[in-house]
């Protein structure tokens, strides 16, 4: 069975910094182009950042230049690093990795606000 587990969210003011991170197992992680998206009330989910198992990253253009996604296979983990952050970054932030189909987790809260 998949299952993904993120953490590291929380409050964090104007232009501070937050690291998140997604624990997969169940999935041969090392293969797989796992992403961070995030939500708003109202709002479809959106991607923030992906990153390949070649180690190529994409990302939204929101956050280019203030985010960064990084993995490790050996602990099959992925990274979202946030920089700078502001208060259009708050939402609920979810893993998602394809594996045969596509896995979610169930999402860590991040609040911007001072």
């Known amino acids: 069975q998949v299952r993904l587990v993120e953490s590291g969210g929380g409050l964090v003011q104007p232009g501070g910094s937050l690291r998140l991170s997604c624990v997969v197992s169940?999935?041969?992680?090392?293969?797989?182009?796992p992403g961070w998206y995030r939500q708003t009330p109202g709002s479809e989910r959106e991607l923030v950042a992906n990153i390949s198992s070649g180690g190529s990253s994409n990302y939204a253009d929101s956050v280019k230049g203030r985010f960064t996604i990084s993995r490790d296979n050996a602990r099959q983990t992925v990274y979202l690093h946030m920089d700078n952050v502001a208060s259009e970054d708050t939402g609920v932030y979810y893993c998602?990795?394809?594996?045969?189909?596509?896995?979610w987790g169930r999402g860590t809260q991040v609040t911007v606000s001072s």
């Open positions: 169940g999935a041969n992680f090392r293969i797989t182009t």
């Open positions: 998602r990795v394809y594996w045969r189909r596509e896995f």
